[in-house]
């Protein structure tokens, strides 16, 4: 489930980094948000 939500926040960031003139300071972030979500399931990945 977290790698499809990274996976989007990936491709929406990609997207706006194409289209930065209509979303702005948002693109930043999505990217900051995908790196939070990936490094909080690889530290939940390890206590299990």
Known sequence: MFEFVVI?????????LLTSFY????????LFL?????????RLGRRE
């Open 34 to 42: 995908s790196i939070a979500l990936v490094m909080f399931r690889s």
């Open 8 to 16: 989007g926040l990936l491709a929406l960031w990609a997207l706006g």
């Open 23 to 30: 979303m702005g300071g948002l693109i930043h972030i999505l």
